[in-house]
């Protein structure tokens, strides 16, 4: 049987990819965060910084979205209007949402005005973490968090069972709720067979975009792609388009710091 993890961080990336779920939401992390990734979890050993002193610059910006799934043909939902429509059989005087799942590994995942941070130059970065993998101070199969997402609100529901449902009510006066607003108040008014839960929380960080050591003869299809060779010397920054490593059968093998998708 999967476990809530697994259900949840694989729906999350399945639905969201390259972003993988952070476990759990509420978990502090931060830019240069590295570790490893087992079964889709990050699991965090140090940050590059204050533990390796490597250096890199944040980008973020005002832009803020919001980011929603719900697992394909397994979860329904209804939008119930204030003082209008019946819950579970009573008259509700505000707005609801009901969300009933048919699945025991259906996921319902909403995060309101998402602001998105990253590492500003990973290509900068990348020659950083090659260096150190060549004096055998880096291991391959480590990550680094590379891009946040912080979330103004995050509304999470994991199912169950077959057969689960979860009604969330707005605390605020408003005609219907809607899950773009982060400053809009929900609480749980009815859950059956609810295995996972996060409602309306404030400023969790919910998504994580990785970066980390590859093979560049995973991509052969991809043109543009920037890498950092490596093939007994360090290299320079190149394209796979235009890469003799790429082009030659004498290599072994290429490596480049990049984006997971």
């Not at 972003?19 to 240069?32: C, D, H, I, M, S």
């Not at 973490?129 to 199969?141: G, L, N, P, S, V």
């Not at 969330?168 to 839960?197: C, H, M, P, W």
Request: glycine share 8%; charged share 25%; hydrophobic share 40%.
């Amino acid at each position: 049987m999967s476990s809530i993890v697994k259900i949840y961080t694989d729906e999350v990336y399945d639905n969201l990819k390259p972003l993988y779920a952070q476990w759990e939401p509420g978990k502090p992390v931060q830019l240069g965060d590295f570790g490893i990734l087992r079964d889709r979890t990050f699991i965090q050993l140090g940050n590059i910084q204050q533990d390796l002193g490597l250096t890199f610059t944040k980008r973020s910006d005002n832009t803020k979205d919001h980011k929603f799934f719900a697992s394909q043909g397994s979860v329904d939902l209804k939008f119930n209007a204030k003082g209008s429509v019946p819950v579970s059989g009573l008259l509700s005087a505000n707005a609801s949402l009901e969300i009933a799942f048919s699945n025991k590994k259906a996921v319902f995942f909403s995060a309101a005005d998402c602001e998105y941070v990253m590492i500003e130059d990973k290509v900068g970065l990348g020659k950083q973490i090659m260096t150190q993998y060549e004096k055998r101070k880096w291991e391959r199969e480590w990550v680094v968090v590379s891009d946040l997402i912080k979330a103004g609100a995050t509304t999470i529901a994991v199912s169950g069972g077959q057969s689960a449902s979860i009604v969330l009510e707005a605390g605020g006066d408003v005609e219907r709720i809607s899950l773009a607003d982060a400053s809009l108040g929900l609480t749980v008014k009815t859950a059956s067979n609810i295995a996972y839960q996060v409602i309306a929380e404030k400023g969790l960080i919910p998504l994580l975009g990785l970066c980390k050591i590859q093979s560049s003869f995973l991509w052969f299809n991809e043109q543009f792609r920037p890498l950092i060779s490596w093939f007994g010397d360090f290299r320079t920054v190149e394209t796979l388009e235009n890469s003799p490593l790429v082009q030659t059968e004498e290599s072994k093998e290429a490596l480049y710091f990049g984006q997971l998708k």
